[in-house]
């Protein structure tokens, strides 16, 4: 059996011991000399000395104390090896066991794809750690939240354009009807006076202007809606826009005899796109004139402040008889039958909104007021 670093102290402790007991047992006077000599370092003199007289009377090493060195080496190299082994051993599982967890969140990822290919976008991977398969699974889920946002806007665009396909269809379905009999009674009519023919001619003219007015208006609608503009804003001043808007609307204005006023600062000023935004207010001056009894005023307010620049147009006429006036604003909306199809205030919402401006409809005392905001932050 190998012995111990211990065994092999205490071993030298003894024959030290026993050759001290030797000396001293008949020649106590030399205790202080013997104990000094045992206790302090090797001496090379000494032992070559001790060497010389061992081997006088031939004294050797041991089969033991030969092999001490050796089975130290021995023990020495088995122990490095079992730690190695087990180091390595150990190396190895831990090894096969992150490969396993590696394999498994793979596997995890794969499936969690086959879901988003079949069209299941609601998938999550677990993300709450901070290693690469983390990472991996924070942009797998990016993506997937990307594609699931394309797919709702391509659902949401099939739908506008049918919508839109059939607004377009519905709204010229009656002017489509009146020209087709227009022109039927005068093909079955050969005999037909002339001022009645010139009647009906009249009023196919009007119908295909009707027709090309519902089919700019609903395509540049959906344009607006589709964000297919490119609105080219800048400081325009308010008090322009509204006599821009007035002016095209002359003749609605002396029809009733209604008169226009202006107030505010002259200055004050909207970032906005010329053309589009004068379209928004002539819708809104247009509905004025309809609603407004003859011989009333209708009057554009502008306040100006830090944050924000306002204009609002009142319309002394008929109130808004709704639990929600914004109800207006809804496509094809109209508070009464007439020549109105309900879709000019929609599209100044879309064109005020899509320049990042507000607006809302309140009635007031005696009247109705449109309120046009934006923000001075751009």
């Known amino acids: 059996m190998n012995k ?11 024959k030290n011991a026993a050759i001290a007991g030797s000396i001293l047992r008949d020649h106590r006077e030399l205790e202080e000399d013997v104990v000094k000599n045992i206790s302090k370092s090797i001496d090379s003199d000494d032992v070559k000395l001790g060497t010389e007289i061992l081997d006088k009377y031939s004294y050797t090493e041991s089969p033991d104390d030969q092999n001490v060195l050796k089975s130290i080496y021995k023990d020495s190299i088995l122990k490095t090896f079992l730690i190695s082994l087990g180091g390595y051993l150990l190396l190895l599982s831990i090894y096969f066991l992150y490969q396993k967890s590696l394999e498994k969140k793979l596997i995890s990822i794969y499936t969690e794809a086959e ?52 607004d377009i269809s519905h709204q010229l379905k009656t002017p489509l009807s009146s020209l087709i009999m227009f022109n039927d009674i005068m093909l079955d009519d050969e005999n037909m006076p002339w001022e009645l023919r010139s009647d009906f001619l009249e009023k196919s003219q009007e119908q295909f202007e009707r027709m090309q007015w519902l089919i700019i208006n609903l395509l540049n609608l959906a344009r607006i809606e589709a964000d297919a503009i490119d609105f080219k804003r800048e400081d325009y001043k308010v008090y322009d826009l509204c006599k821009a808007a007035k002016k095209t609307l002359e003749a609605n204005f002396q029809k009733k005899n209604l008169s226009f006023k202006i107030s505010g600062p002259e200055d004050a000023t909207f970032f906005v796109d010329w053309d589009w935004t004068v379209e928004a207010i002539i819708n809104i001056l247009k509905n004025a004139t309809e609603y407004s009894p003859e011989n009333k005023t209708i009057e554009c307010n502008i306040t100006n402040n830090e944050a924000s620049t306002t204009l609002s147009i009142i319309n002394f006429g008929e109130k808004i008889e709704l639990e929600d006036p914004n109800l207006i604003f809804r496509r094809f909306f109209r508070q ?5 199809v309900g879709i000019g205030l929609n599209m100044t919402k879309s ?19 449109f309120d046009i905001v934006f923000l001075k932050t751009r």
């Not at 609601?122 to 889920?141: K, P």
């Not at 401006?357 to 009247?367: A, F, K, S, W």
């Open 351 to 369: 064109i005020i909104e899509a320049q990042k401006g507000l607006i809302d409809v309140t009635n007031v005392e005696n009247g109705v007021k």
């Open 4 to 14: 111990t670093y211990r065994e092999i102290s205490n071993e030298i402790y003894n």
């Open 336 to 340: 009464k039958e007439g020549d109105s």
């Open 115 to 166: 879901k988003v290919i079949n069209g299941n976008y609601r998938v999550q991977l677990d993300e709450s750690g901070d290693g690469l398969i983390d990472i991996l699974n924070h942009q797998f889920n990016k993506m997937v939240r990307i594609i699931r946002s394309n797919s709702s806007d391509l659902v949401r665009e099939k739908i506008f354009l049918k919508n839109t396909m059939q």
